[in-house]
């Protein structure tokens, strides 16, 4: 039996996974959706279809054999109206290819074999990168990079943890999605040379876990850990499973280890097993003004407009891309959802959480919960001096902004706010030829 | 594409704990509760009117010296918390002047000068006891008994006193400090509420205890006696003049321990918990570096060790 291997710092978060058990139902595509060529860590691939063209769902829409140029896919059929610049959900601008859909849903012809043990793990890591399958829990790192390790990896690791409340979606894909998943999972196993596979879920999932426990006997030994927060994100998890720490600026690789999301393993089941690309995946829409909250699938491209129109939410006041924890608020609804997204949250009035910032009573509580062992109340003053070495030196760009801090914070200072823009800063500060002057 | 809709914009998380410094303070004075209430039972209603005086003087100092400093009024309750606290630090039948003056000073000299809220070094409760105490030692140790309100000594000034007397808290003394079990109980609430953690309490205790044993003399007894415990359990544990890691609160504790038996063993003044403290206070940035530093390297450490 395995237990918990090591203490880590972090938050206990109110649990409010309130559409955990709203079964997945698909937002139908809409008349237009919008396709950013840019949706992983990586560069963008070159696009290989022109204005004018009629595409299959299915069709790639840019293609590359780096495996850090990962290829998207046109989620409908229909026709290409522009490949122009737009605006995508990081705030950056990128190349956003313009599908008008013709309401046919003509799919390409594809096939997949019917079990994870034909493929070789070469064909594996290929299947998935021309699949255009990349991390599904938020970072979007290109899975079949992954899945092509530099060093020896003993243990697959299936992050099933959902940190960020409110969001559900991979409890829904674990319950609903299970034989695609443990398709992929075995898939991920053939590529990676893993001798072991390990699923990991929060305490407050028993349904899942119990679930699992069943199903994935024979594949995988499932985890049951705290939901500290952020026990989710894949170096505390790994520290949490296994007791293994990764080096700072390190991969899990780094120490026999390979993390994949629940969502990226159904991803990979998909694409092995039906030859079908990611052109859709599961998000958690929620909040206080949304009609009809649930875990939808949504084809890529979808602006968050037309995912509220199909939710019912008339007067949005702030939408969050992502929980309430990490989640991004937006400018506006043009924004398509990308294979990245995880979650649309509406909020009401009542859940919009703005507060005043006070001085810092120097509580220590900042401290406590850090999970990267940094201090935030001191980064916080080296930033507000402009001591710029000092931030550094205290590793302000291993802060994950993962928000526990500013959470626990009783003077409500925007802890994370400060860290982003200080950290922008050290990176101008280290790339000056790119400044001018 | 375009829509009209203005969508607020804030940064993450986008949710709070919900435990502000507010509400932590507003908590503080539900925990002296049980302590203001023996007090009143103990020494009368007249404590209750001291108390308020004292209250007054340190939500009018803050009032005051924000208005000077042009600093918004925020809603402080600390101010409040600072004048109950150092009313119940004061003798039952102190005059009401006395208790004003301390509230003033201990907001002024003790918090607003240094920049306010967050700002000061030294627990401003702390400040104005010891301001009273070398200005007006008369008042401040004009020692009356429970219940009859006749003259007496406390424990520390000779006066004898059960292991009982002490516990409960029916003896001579300031009118928080004589009962431990109501002290107690302010703990409880404190560390229920997680508003503090056992280092700093603990570890005062524990100073005290091992000196006392190493000078051969009783533990229980100079634990029991004097604002020991008071100071431990409301003054070692404030959020801004102790160490900010739970070791750092651990050492500050330790050395307010030591230093109030350095005082009551070897010093002129039989009790020694405010001066104490306040040197505990200067030393805490310097514990706090030492900590964090500490902590940096234990960090860095791994790093080189791993990659």
Known sequence: MLGLRKRHAGVRLPSAKTVADVALTEIPAPQNVYIPLQQHIGIAAEPCVKRGDRVLMGDPLSMSDHPMQVPVHASVSGKVRSITEGVLPSGRLGTIVHIENDGLYERRETSGRPSPHDYTPEEIRKAVHEG??????????????????????????????????????????????????????????????????IIALEDHDPDGAEHLRKEAKGIAEVVVVPAVYPVSGEYTLIK?????????????????????????????????????????????????????????????????????????????????????????????????????????????????????????????????????????????????????????????????????????????????????????????KAAPNSKGS | MSNQTTLLLSPSPHMHSGKTTQLAMWGVCASLLPVLGTAVYLFGTYVLILTLVTCIGAVLAEAASLALRKRPWTGEVSSLVTGLILALTLPPHAPLWVGFVGGVIAIVLGKQVYGGTGANPFNPAAVGRVFLLVSFPAQLTMWTAPFDGVSTATPLGGAEASLWTLTVGTHG????????????????????????????????????????????????????????????????????????????RFIFGLGIGVLTMVIRVWGSYPEGVSFAILLMNALTPLINRAELSLREKRRKAYVRATS
């Open chain 1, 240 to 428: 949490a499973v296994l007791g293994r720490r990764i080096p700072i600026g390190g991969l899990p690789a780094d120490v026999g280890v390979v993390v994949q999301n629940v969502e990226t393993a159904v991803a990979v089941g998909r694409v092995l097993r039906d030859g079908w690309p990611l052109t859709r995946r599961i998000i958690t829409v929620a909040g206080g003004d949304v009609e009809r909250p649930g875990n939808y699938y949504v084809a890529l491209g979808t602006t968050i407009a037309d995912v509220l129109e199909h939710v019912g939410c008339p007067t949005p006041r702030q939408v969050l891309l992502g929980g309430p924890m990490m989640g991004q608020a937006v400018p506006n609804l043009d924004i398509p959802v990308v294979k990245g997204t995880s979650g649309i949250m509406a909020l009401s009035p009542a859940e919009i959480d703005v507060r005043e910032p006070l001085p810092c009573v120097r509580c220590g509580q900042c401290i406590a919960v850090c999970d990267k062992g940094l201090s935030p109340m001191m980064l916080l003053k080296y930033i507000q001096n402009g001591e710029w070495e000092k931030a550094e030196e205290w590793g302000l760009r291993t802060c994950m902004e993962c928000g526990a801090c500013a959470f626990v914070c009783p003077s409500n200072i925007p802890l994370v706010q400060w860290f982003k823009s200080g950290k922008a800063t050290l990176s101008a």
């Open chain 2, 173 to 248: 003394g300031s009118m928080g400090e004589t009962s431990a079990i109501a002290i107690l109980c302010g703990a409880v609430i404190l560390f229920a509420m997680r508003l503090i953690d056992w280092q700093a309490p603990v570890g005062t205790v524990l100073g005290t205890a091992l000196i006392a044993l190493l000078v051969g003399e009783d533990p229980v007894y100079h634990v029991l006696t004097g604002g020991l415990l008071f100071g431990a359990v409301y003054m070692a544990t404030d959020w801004v003049t102790s160490p900010v890691t739970k070791r750092g």
């Open chain 1, 132 to 197: 255009g399958v990349v991390g599904l829990g938020g970072a979007a790192f290109p899975t079949s990079v992954k899945l092509n390790p530099k060093k020896k990896i003993d243990t697959l690791l299936i992050n099933g943890c959902e940190g960020e409340p409110v969001l559900s979606a991979d409890h829904r894909a674990i319950l609903e999605l299970t034989d695609l998943m443990l398709y992929g999972i075995q898939a991920m196993q053939i590529a990676t040379g893993a001798e072991r596979v």
